[in-house]
């Protein structure tokens, strides 16, 4: 993606977490990371994603 | 010519109507320059403008100038950005200078031309449209009222402007609820200059913090509340400075310091529909509001200055027809609404309007820690110079005739050219007519083309002809792009022609103009008499 297309899908997810609402974000935020995953090559790159994710998360 | 508000679009467009031998008349209703350093970034394109009335030496050689910046997550750098910059080029991407200093550039240009009358202490009270002028009522400092009659009225009197109060119009748009504190302080430093920005910084945890050197050991701070805290506490004085010496000394900025000025702000994304009403034009904060983020504000409203100045002196000495004015409105309001979007995107990283906006960027600044794909989140976005595609001036390129570069519309490319005075920039010599900028490497160049320039059109309705001779070719007459970069940076040929604007864009172009002379006496017609709406 380009710095253009990262922007706008930038703004399409905070705006889909602000339409959805606090008490759906979690749900929405997994089903878009477990849809996202699917589309890894493998379990373990997919796993390095999850892993560096909790790493930052807890940042 | 009448123009309400001496800030620094005020000023800067007396400036630039004097220096085309217009009269005109401001009203400003303090007594002097600004106080506090408001506005203090200028952009390139900003110091080109104020170049054409001779004000870019004494500005830069105060400012400072700078190239890029830094943005920091807590303790960690997770952006260095650079805004695109070359070797000896006429001016730096942009330089930090307090506004007051811009005005005072500007008010000494004005004067310098002889054809300005700056009057403080002089407000506008009423404004009344006639069909071909305009009735102006001023109340000035010794408590007298006058009443001023113009042939046109430009609106340069801020955010709160009483001209557009007076005609009932409104600015339509919204506004960021997010809000930032703004000081500035004097202190010695010996950081290079940058455009620096932390966010959830140790010193204010949660915040935002900005910060931007300025000339005379002055730091711009600007950091952004929480929702909960009251505006009017916010800027206390008691609550203001140990936010300010936390984040001071984290830095390692020891040295003593003092404030000199706090403000307070919010985004705002507002324009007028339309930048004329009958005899009355509006620029710069009367005109739109956008987001300090960016950049945007006083760089916006000084492109209202030179896009309005050389139409406003063309329609006064009898040049044009008055609807050239509509199209400062076609290509300015479509500006404006350009700088809003980019100034909004930005504003959405720097105060998250809602949840979600929070919550990503909360995620994009630790991902730009191991992911350089997503940095350019964190972008500021400085302001670039605005292209006029749509311009109804603009006389459209025949398909296939020009390769990619300068379009009607753009901006017109920079170039360092060999004179008979040394090496020069090509953008040093737009700013008072329109240009014909002739690439050939033959001696003479066509007959039309020296009448152009010579007449039936006088003055600055005339263009002023330069010949471009290529890397090695016969120069007399002409000025030589060694360098080679005009011939290239132009898609140029043998008998290339481009018309450029007095405002430094391109507003028409023939690969070989040696078969079409009349073309460049249409294109100067259809701006100027029939003016295309």
Redesign the interface.
Known sequence: ?N?VD??ST??A???????VG?AK?ALLLATLALDLLNQQPDADRALAHIL?AER??N? | MLIAGGGPVGLSLAALLGCQGVPCLVLEADASWCEGSRAICLSRRSQEILGWVGADGPLTAKGLSWVGGRSYFRGAEVLHFQMPTEPAERFAPMINIQQYYVEQFAHAAAVRSGAADIRWSARVRGVAQQSDGVLVDVATGDGRSHRVRADWLVACDGGRSTVREQLGLQLEGTQYEGRYVIVDIEQDTRRAVERLAWFDPPSNPGSTILMHRQPDNIWRIDYQISDREDPGEAVKPENVLPRVQAHLAMIGETAPWRPLWISIYNAKCLTLPTYRSGRVLFAGDAAHLVPIFGVRGLNSGLDDAGNLAWKLALVHKGHAADTLLDSYSCERVPAARENIAFGAKSTEFMAPPHRGFALMREAALRLALVEPGVRSLINPRQTTPVEYLNSPLNVPDLAGRFGAGARPGLPAPEASLRTSQGLQHLTALFGGRFTALYFSNRAHGPEYLQSAAAGPRSGAAAPHLIRIAGQGAAATGAVTDELGQAWRRYDAAEATLYLIRPDGYVMARWREADSSPAEIDRALDRALKDSPT
Do not use: F, W
Not at chain 1, 13 to 19: K, N, W
């Open positions: 993606m710095d990262i922007e930038y703004t997810l905070a705006e889909c977490i602000g339409r606090e974000t560096q930052l998360a940042t």
